[in-house]
């Protein structure tokens, strides 16, 4: 049976791009020949329909195939984002946290961008075949509040929080994302790395202009988004505004557990935060390639870009333009990551 890191494909079916997940994969395997005429094939189309019909046929909207890869049997499923252009930012934004000003972003270098955040599985194995130690320690939910603890950590974020290894991993600092992805290099022969935030914007968006990748009304969110939810305000009573809509997880959701964006990348908001390659500086500065991360003069960063929102965020600060910024070394049981990597 094929893993699950290997089970996304794409498929166009009625001229309708559909994003096969684990069973499809599975049955797509077969030979053609034993395909054509056998109960099998039957059942392979039956499955795949049913598949097209659960992975959101039209949610991912757009016109054309979807390209993936998979660099290495360790390496996850990589999603091909062509360039473009489009206006990054946004006017405003809360107090303290500017948002913008809004500018035109071009893209000019196609890139990859995993499809999915890094998962509890690949971490792990990541760690016990890299020797890479990270700290024992992340702020998370102990007995009803915020702590920071040591008892808790990437292996094992806290009882409140629901996890499994298709969960994606958190309470990962910046520099165990960077190690993670130096890691990925050596094993794959690929220079992996972690989006800069353009990068992010543009994939994140998808090709939209609203406020989120699903339209302006975070109501509509829960089809594509784990947020602070109707499903998790009763049990986690946080103090802000749940989303006005039900998406079925309490705390974290499996990767790709929800509808991609049009991009046919899965849970760009929601789920977890998603360390950047780049300093946080605000408003933005010009910068002369948006693809290359904006470093710091001194050795690191006071503080990292985090994007998209995670399971405990008000909708809100769901907004595709959102900016977190946080201290590199900070682990926190709703901050992860996904990689990318040139092409
Ligand atoms: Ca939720």
């Known amino acids: 049976m094929l893993a699950k890191l290997n089970a996304i494909e794409t498929v166009v079916l ?3 791009r559909v994003v096969l997940r684990t069973v499809c994969c599975h049955f797509r395997s077969e030979s053609p020949r034993a395909m054509a005429t056998t109960r099998s094939s039957i059942l392979s189309f039956a499955l ?4 097209a019909a659960l992975t959101g046929c039209g949610a991912a909207g757009g016109a054309g195939s979807l390209k993936t890869f998979q660099d290495c049997d360790v390496c996850p499923p990589m999603v091909e984002i062509a360039p473009g252009s489009f206006l990054m930012g946004a006017e405003g934004g809360e107090e303290g946290r500017p948002e913008g000003p809004v500018h035109r972003v071009s893209i000019t270098r196609p890139f990859a961008l995993a499809s999915t955040e890094t998962t509890l599985a690949a971490f792990r194995l ?10 024992e320690e992340c702020r998370t939910l102990v ?6 603890s040591e008892r808790h950590s990437w292996r094992e974020p806290g009882a409140t929080i629901e996890y499994d290894d298709d969960s994606p991993v958190v309470c990962v600092s910046w520099r165990d994302a960077v190690a993670y992805t130096e890691w990925l290099s050596r094993r ?7 989006p800069s935030e353009a990068e992010w914007e543009y994939a994140a968006r998808g090709g939209s202009n609203g406020i989120f990748f699903w339209g302006d009304d975070a109501a509509d969110g829960c089809r594509f988004a784990n947020l602070y939810d109707r499903s998790a305000a009763p049990s986690l009573g946080f103090r802000w505004d749940e989303a006005p809509c039900s998406d079925g997880y309490v705390t974290l959701a499996p990767v790709g557990a929800l509808a991609p ?13 998603e360390w950047t390659a780049d300093c946080y500086i605000a408003p933005y500065p010009e910068v002369a390639d948006p693809q290359r991360p904006i470093t710091s003069d001194s050795k690191s960063c006071e503080r990292r870009s985090v994007r998209g929102g995670g399971w405990i965020t008000r909708p809100d600060r769901q907004r595709l333009t959102f900016r977190g910024r946080d201290p590199e070394q ?4 709703y901050f992860g990551f996904r990689v990318a990597r040139s092409l």
């Open 14 to 16: 009625n001229g309708c």
């Open 48 to 51: 795949m329909a049913v598949c």
């Open 126 to 135: 990541f760690v016990s075949d890299s020797g890479y130690e990270p700290a």
């Open 143 to 148: 007995d009803g509040s915020w702590q920071n």
């Open 188 to 194: 794959s022969g690929v220079a992996y790395r972690l």
């Open 261 to 273: 964006n049009p991009f046919g990348l899965y849970d760009m908001l929601g789920n977890v935060w």
């Open 330 to 333: 900070r682990r926190m049981s």
